[in-house]
């Protein structure tokens, strides 16, 4: 609770905590608060303004944009969460694994982190989509892939920070065997930071999400995704701008609301901004 | 007697922070003479570190300064509007604990040697002032003084970067030179070499010095003089012979008791000295004697301040006890 | 009869060798202490002894067994007998844990964690002032001297036979540093414990171990029982680091020598007496032979081609007291 509190007196901490946890509010109730089915078509009200019937309007074929604004916001977080879950573990036991091995090793692992990094996400993204097909499970994990070096590069450098200091020697010295000094002295020190990131990758991989989806390589249609609706809003944007707005400003308000708590989230982790408060 | 060089009155320091203040320094006083060498010494969260940097005008912005009277070489001081400030790195010169930090490593030796003095003397060329510098490095026993000048600080050992440090406080001509742990980081060999180094020093020039240190026997070395802090007051002050050989204070008594003598014969089975108890916390100081709560000697009158007792040869000592 | 045994050991850090040759013998029940500036090798010693740094060549024995010849699991073993008691007490306990977590560390490691045990560390954890209430903080929330106390039980919970102690005293304020080697002596005849006390400070090394060794640039210059190599210094090095010891009074220690010149790079050792570019009495031998440590009477032994005469000490005073 006091860690809250922390959060929300960091600038921008008070909105970020608000945004996310709206975000995952209207993504868990979904099918509760959603006025309409996402996918209830009504061709006699395409493309109509926002009214008190359709709060935000309706698109090209007459389905509530709020309502698929909901269901979309289940998508992203689904897809964006288990992108970041399977990413950092697999980036933070790499990276450990990379800090603890011989040299060899650690270079293959370094090695195979850069070529990974050494293209933009999003167009190494799209490559591996385009190769291996779109759907929600390629999409999900194939920028899982895209992902794994952030979190395994950090988790590297923490992980050699700390592997000399006293307290794992001394782990070593009572004859700790290597999994336990890994488990429970090196993983709880190191993880601080990558929890950091990872907040910061989320808003990433939403973009991405609906980067791909809105050039028909993420999720198909008509599964309500913020790309999905951004592509829909694109093409019918001469005739009605709402579909556009709207899941444009839901996309700010994720990216904006993940990325700020990851800095409040910093800025609390790290002792040394903590005392200039 | 003539005047001090540096008289301070009544030092006090205080932080405020949220919700709670505390008391650093809780009414130093201190004088210097012309030409003496004086001992701070004290263990941690005594101060003596606190009144080297206040005499500099270098504690933290929240930190509120104020003395009775404050003067330095005749003219007064005002600490409240931090005026010694202006005497640092001319009248004043200090050398620091760890010299790497004093030194910029961007910079050759040489360079920082230059330009330490342009404050000092704004009309010298630049060529002068580079003779005058590496005159002086010699003079603290670098070697071959002319090429080293030309050398950056990480290619200099502990020992000689903290030579260079010396050189750099003694070019400035300062009429106080305060020297903060000046040994502590140095090996025991080098140590005495540098600890010679001041002692010659002391011999050659006529500033005063204020040495700050935890370790008596680097007291006893350099100082003619010694003030004794505990918990941000002066407890004992006096000659570096009186004081060390015959403390009036408990605690300074204390103090000696815990320093080991190991030439000397001792019973191995026998504990060594310690004082019980811990410094009060400096936000929650005791109303009367700031020993009372360790003090072996402690007695009803304890409870009030004790008086400033005089004991002859500028001795000074603050404790109810009549006599040693 | 021996608790552990250094035999001939060298230490390398890819091509720089920081102890080359150092043989140490540490008897059941003393206090044997280690002392020399910085880089002469004696932290590496450490480290070596306790299994955090191997041994280029050179032997280990605990307790009668070689530990280069023995397997890998009696090795580990042995190894757990010896712990060490950090230089930085504070940093040696794992930031994210509990004291009670700490304690029991030692425990939950050889899967021996039973109640009793348990307690009977607890008590011990009670005994030299750590109290219950302790055990539910982490290390940042312990003041200097309860992080000490809690790494010295924890290490005390692995059962040893043998503490390593590199620096015990290093930060600490004389007034309280006499409260930390009075407890350590008395768990050293409590729990019938050997000391390798290490330090550069010469006062504590010098009223707290039985037996002394001096190190120089990676080896053994002299070593010998405390008292009598204080008192009468064999090697000029020794003779030099005494003098430069800052004593209160400076008539006890005798004329001061202060020593030229600095202290040479490990990576890079003169000829011959590694000391006889510093050494006050260098002879053209010091310079090609290198002087092999020479047991002499009294069980000193000391590396030098010239020794100072032990026969006569160096003050009256010494002894006086």
Redesign the interface.
Known sequence: MTALVDLSRRPGGTFALFAVALLCLVAIAAPLIAPYGPNAIAPANRLMDPSLQHWLGTDHLGRDILSRLIFGARVALGISLSVIAISLTAGVILGIASALSPRAVDLAIVGIFDVVTSFPSIILALALVAVFGPGLGNVVLLVSIVFIPHFGRVARAQTIAIRNSPFIEAEKVLGAQSWRVILHHVTPNIIGPIFVLACMDIPVVITIEAGLSFLGLGVRPPLASWGNLLNDGYTYLDQSPWLATFSGLSLILATLGFALLGEALRDTIDPKLRRTL | MTAALLTIENLNVSYRGRGHSAHILDGVDLEIGHGQSVGLVG??GSGKSTVAFALLGLLADNAEVSADHAAFDGRTQDFAKRETASLRGTDIAMIFQDPMTALNPMFSIGTQLVDIQRRRFPKESRKALWARAQAVLADVGVQDAAARMHRYPHEF?G??RQRVVIAMALLVEPKLLIADEPTTAL???????V??VLHRLRQRTSASMLVVS?????I??LCDSVVVMYAGTVVESGKVADV??RPRHPYTR???A?????????D?SQ?????PGTVPDPSRRPQGCIFAGRCPARHDRCSEKPPQQQAGDGRTYACWLEAA | MTALTLKDAVIRYDRLTAVDGVSLELRRGETLGLVG??GCGKSSIARAIVGLQPLADGTLTIEGETLQEVSSQRKQALQRKIQLLFQDPAASLSPRMTVRSLLAEPLKIRGTYTPERWARILELAVSIGLGEQLLSRCPHQLSGGQARRVALVRALAAEPSIIVADEPTAGL???????L??LLRALRDRLGLSYLLIS?N???????TDRVAVMYLGQIVESGPTAAL??APAHPYTQ???????????S??GE????SG??PSPSNPPSGCRFHK?CPFAQPKCSIDVPALQAGPGERSVACHFPLSTASVVTP?????
């Not at chain 2, 090996?187 to 070499?193: C, P, S």
């Not at chain 2, 935890?214 to 680097?218: A, C, F, I, Q, R």
């Open positions: 263990e941690s050992s020992g000689m090996d025991a060999t080098i140590e005495a070499q600890v010679e935890h370790s008596m026997g680097l006893a070395e060390l050989h204390a103090l000696l815990c320093e080991i003598d190991p030439f000397a014969a001792f191995p504990d060594l000295a310690t004082i | 500036e910085s304020d004389i007034s309280v540093q006499g409260d080697l009075n550069h010469l006062n504590v090394v010098g009223r707290v204080f008192r030099a680091l005494l003098s430069a010891n800052l004593t209160l009074d400076a006890r220690r001061r020598i202060v020593l600095e202290l510093r005073q010494a002894i006086a007291g």
